[in-house]
């Protein structure tokens, strides 16, 4: 599965972005899904997840303000981002494993086979 992330930017606090991720490659119905956030010097953290039959998880620094969803149609994963704080800064990247359909281990990197390059978001004060 190949994956090419868009949509990142720089906003101000308080702003919105949609990340979108386009999948191709791939023809499988059942997968994991999940939008991982890395800044230098940590860990890749996981922010939100979906499975295929539309079971979502989100770290808890997001509820309320971030919705993650997707269009089977267009193979597109999304991230709707709001109320966007100084602290959401980071590398923004989709990953994806098409060989489960459960995905109660959303949060972890290692649960996912592939990767895209990642979309740059940046929150000013």
């Known amino acids: 599965v190949q994956l090419v992330e868009s949509g990142g930017g720089s906003v101000q606090a308080g702003g919105s972005l949609r990340l979108s991720c386009l999948a191709s490659?791939?023809?499988?119905?059942?997968?994991?899904m999940a939008w991982f956030r890395q800044t230098p010097g940590k860990k890749r953290e996981g922010v939100a997840g979906?499975?295929?039959?539309?079971?979502?998880g989100y770290a808890d620094s997001v509820k309320g303000r971030f919705t993650i969803s997707t269009d089977k149609v267009k193979n597109t994963l999304y991230l709707e981002m709001n109320s966007l704080e100084p602290g959401d800064s980071g590398m923004y990247y989709c990953?994806?494993?098409?060989?489960?359909?459960?995905?109660?281990?959303?949060?972890?990197?290692?649960?996912?086979?592939?990767w895209g390059q990642g979309t740059q978001v940046t929150v000013s004060s």
């Open positions: 979906i499975s295929s039959y539309g079971s979502t």
């Open positions: 990953a994806a494993d098409v060989s489960r359909w459960v995905c109660p281990l959303w949060r972890y990197p290692s649960e996912y086979t592939s």
């Open positions: 490659g791939h023809t499988e119905f059942n997968y994991c």
